[in-house]
């Protein structure tokens, strides 16, 4: 009688222990001739649930990503325009004028300094030593031209920096990258919303839309 007992408790205690948990210490540890089987065998190891570790909070801000403005500028067929050669790809010097022909909004074919005030400081460059006006301008006709523009950008790391893959051409990946990294630079925040996107893409690439009034006095 007692025996039949033990049995019926310890097969109780087993399959007790097999529907809250395998593995848990305290079933494999008194396995053979306990005696005193049903001790608070019920109510262990409940309140381990493992359950999913909480929802993966991100703070997502509305930007405009690089990958956006690649194919907007894509679209403007650009970068065909500067790759003055048709390789498909920028040299130095195709690169210096296709930054002189961004930053020349009313494309005259004259950099002045409204125009270049405007863009040094969309492109994060202001208070930057390099980016000073009266040393771009060298011989001092209050303009920038392509040559003095070409020469100012040469004394900066910049093509080196964007030509990702070293092999001293941009594609025009490359370009869009860098000209992206410039705004985010420039940017408050950098974080270009949509509105803060639009605003500067239109007054650089947008060439239906007359944006730019040159205020000279
Ligand atoms: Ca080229
Ligand atoms: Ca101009
Ligand atoms: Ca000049
Ligand atoms: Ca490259």
Sequence with gaps: MKKNIMNIGRLWKIGLCFGVTIGLASCSNDEAGAVEDE?????????????????????????????????????????EEWDANDDNLLDENEYYGAFYDTWDINDD??????????????????????????????????????????????????????DANNDSVLEEREYADGIYALWVEGDD??????????????????????????ERG
Excluded: H, K
């Design 39 to 79: 001790v608070g065998v019920a109510t262990e190891e409940t309140a381990t649930f493992g359950g999913e570790t909480g929802l993966a909070e991100e703070a997502t801000v509305a930007g405009v990503e690089e990958d956006a403005f690649y194919s907007d500028l894509n679209t403007t067929g650009l970068y």
């Design 109 to 162: 074919n004259q950099l002045d300094e409204n125009e270049w005030n405007t863009a040094v400081n969309d492109y994060g460059f202001a208070g930057n030593d390099t980016w000073v006006w009266t040393g771009w301008d060298t011989n001092n006709d209050n303009l920038i031209d392509e040559n003095e523009f070409g020469a100012g950008l040469g004394n900066t790391a910049m093509f080196t920096d964007w």
């Design 189 to 214: 925040d950098g974080i270009l919303d949509e509105e803060e996107y639009n605003d500067i893409y239109v007054r650089y690439y947008d060439m239906d839309v007359v944006q730019y009034i040159p």
